[in-house]
């Protein structure tokens, strides 16, 4: 008889099981996937012992794709169809990128945000994303054992709703569940707070690849409370590469350069970049496609006054979120530096300078925000430990409001609100008889409503024609936990209603969704096969030599013939392994070992009847 087991409401049925998740860095120049493991927070590593992905994706004209390093490595030769830094392009539009005539990529302009032509077709910023997504949940599966039950990731603190809602499509494209959005600089705070047991006001300086944030936050007794948060959502170390492109165009006084040379150069001037972290000099050399010889020395101070102006530019953000937290820079305890570009030591001494005090360096600024998404990503997914009793208080970037007459911009919700977060303001009809009411959702901080973006428009219909000025109609915003907005308009002496969630257009539909899922599909089961192919060209590779070395060693217990028809199936194995078929691998490799299994047996013979030799019986026993 079976035992029937039994839990309580809302609890697993088997308490002692964890639930998998994981928080995922999803970076402009590398992403990272973390998870709580034994109560410890780690980031996960690929087959190689590699943390970091670089976020590169190459797309192949056989709709093969190349992710991370491969991808990398293809980068200079075929600078079109290799995507990097495409978390610029998230949610934007052609006229919203900065640097935009140095991109090699041919955009194509879409409502609300840019595509990229591809040797593979037409792809979305969201589609390129998603394969970088996919790559950290299949290493996580791996590393982990089994599903995941969901995924925290992160997102700059100053992307804005469409950004969002973008990454969010790109986690459903990669068979991710998203269980929170949650903005940079809060989960290295959470790295920090809970593994430095720290108490006071904080202030987190993140630098990334191609996103500037700062939050500044207080943390008390496990709470942790967003006070403010600024940013600039297009400011990052690549405009550091970009400002040493055009440095190195203007001193070798090169001519227009092809797209091979612009990423061959913007690869040199990133590691030159690297290594003035590290050293006074070095020297820059490439060699390109029309015979050009480039060969600069840089030192560190160069560097360090053609990038000042960049520099200067994180401060403002800086001294704008400690004025809206009410704090001066002598009240903050420590400032924790995130992202691989606060390596640079003009940046580590500017934000020295700015609060009178070192920063804190002592977790990996490449990881902490990884690490504190994997903490949050444990409790959301209930697997709470002694310890764990913490309250996450996080903040919208943006202020939120509605169109009013005039063209002007009412805002409902102020930033730095904590979410999740609902306010409601009344309204009320600007003509006599009207009977329908245009609301327009915008976001931004500027007065007039074509200075900020807009991210929905609908209408309240059936409004009973009243006089001017006497209806009433209630506009409520809802925030919820992820930054992402519903919209409600109801007249209140009627009860006519309208509502909306903002779905922001940024040229992706339900129906593009639906198509890039599909594809998603296929290209998983293109994936199975690659994956299927590399594992029996590794088996291949084992058994040949494997039978190699027994027939150098044991070889003449074969006769001719018998030596020939090994020959010929490892003929064949090699044949196979250079084909493209795992399942003519497979059968090759299997023919092999059935086809040795005789000489296995004499070999075994000859071992054993070797062991034996000249030794009794009784001493055998």
């Known amino acids: 008889m079976a035992l ?12 002692h099981q964890r639930r998998l998740a994981v928080g995922i860095d999803l970076g402009t120049t590398n992403s990272l996937v973390a998870a709580v493991r034994n109560s410890i927070p780690e980031v996960l590593a690929d087959e190689s012992g590699r943390t970091l992905l ?30 990097v ?33 591809t040797v593979a077709g037409v792809k979305s910023p969201v589609e390129v994303s998603a394969e ?10 791996d590393a982990l054992g089994d599903d995941l039950v969901g995924a925290v990731i992160t997102v700059p603190a100053y992307f804005d709703d469409a950004q969002r809602q973008a990454t969010k499509d790109a986690a459903r494209l990669a068979g991710l569940e998203v269980l929170r959005l949650l903005n940079e600089p809060t989960a290295a705070a959470i790295a920090y707070g809970l593994d430095n047991a720290s108490e006071g006001v904080y202030a987190v300086y993140d630098l990334g690849g191609g996103t500037f944030d700062i939050s500044v936050l207080k943390l008390t ?98 001294r704008k979120a400690l004025r809206d937290a009410g ?70 970037p943006l202020s939120l409001g509605v169109e009013t007459m005039g063209g002007l911009v009412e805002k409902i919700i102020p930033r730095n609100s904590t979410i999740p977060v609902a306010r409601a303001q009344e309204f009320t009809t600007f003509k006599d008889g009207q009977t329908a009411m ?113 027939l150098a060693t044991d070889g003449e217990l074969l006769s001719p013939a018998e030596r020939a028809a090994i020959d010929a199936l490892m003929a064949q194995v090699e044949a196979a392994a250079a084909g493209e078929d795992h399942v003519a691998i497979k059968a090759a490799v299997e023919a092999l070992s059935h086809g040795t299994d005789e000489f296995a047996a004499r070999r075994m013979d000859r071992s054993i009847r070797s062991a034996l030799a000249g030794r009794k019986v009784q001493e055998i026993g």
Request: with cysteine; net charge negative.
């Open 221 to 318: 007794k496990g709470v942790f409370e967003v006070l403010a948060t600024g940013g600039d959502s297009a400011l990052g170390g690549d405009d550091f590469d970009q400002r040493l492109l055009c440095w190195i165009v203007e001193q070798a006084g090169l001519q227009p350069l092809s797209a091979e040379d612009t990423r061959l150069l913007m690869t040199r001037a990133r590691a030159a970049k690297e290594a003035l972290s590290e050293a006074d000099s070095t020297v820059i050399d490439a060699v390109l496609t029309s015979g050009e010889i480039v060969h600069l020395p840089l030192t560190a101070t160069q560097f360090r006054e053609m990038t000042a102006h960049l520099v200067q530019k994180t401060l403002g953000p800086v």
């Open 54 to 83: 670089p976020s590169v994706v190459r797309y192949l004209p056989d709709k093969r794709v190349h992710i991370g390093y491969a991808a990398q490595e293809e980068a200079v030769r075929d600078p079109k169809n290799t995507i």
């Open 4 to 15: 029937l087991q039994i839990s309580e409401p809302g609890m697993s049925p088997a308490p």
């Open 327 to 396: 704090v001066q820079p002598a009240d903050v305890k420590g400032v924790v530096l995130v992202g691989g570009a606060t390596r640079m030591p003009s940046i580590r001494k500017a934000v020295a300078d700015f609060f009178g005090q070192p920063p804190l360096t002592n977790l990996d600024p490449d990881k902490v925000v990884a690490l504190g998404a994997a903490m949050q990503a444990n409790l959301l997914a209930g697997n709470h430990a002694p310890g764990d009793d913490w309250l996450l208080l996080d903040v919208i």
């Open 132 to 141: 970088i997504l996919a790559t950290l949940r299949q290493r996580a599966e």
């Open 438 to 550: 245009a609301i327009h959702v915008l976001q931004g901080e500027r007065e007039l409503a074509s200075d900020c973006r807009s991210l929905a428009r609908f209408e309240l219909r059936g409004i009973p024609p009243m006089v001017a000025g006497a209806a009433r109609i209630r506009v409520t915003y809802q925030v919820d936990a992820d930054g992402l907005l519903s919209v409600s308009a109801r007249e209140t002496l009627s009860g006519v209603e309208a509502s909306i969630t903002v779905k922001p257009s940024y040229g992706l539909d339900d129906d593009d969704i639906a198509r890039m899922l599909q594809d998603s599909f296929s290209q998983a089961e293109h994936d199975m096969k690659s994956r299927a192919l590399a594992e029996e060209r590794v088996e291949a590779q084992r058994l040949l030599e494997a039978t190699r070395s027994s």
């Open 85 to 117: 830094s495409v978390k610029r392009f998230m949610g934007r539009g052609v006229r919203d990128v900065a640097h935009i005539e140095h991109s090699p990529y041919d955009f194509v302009e879409a409502p609300g945000m840019l595509q990229i032509k």
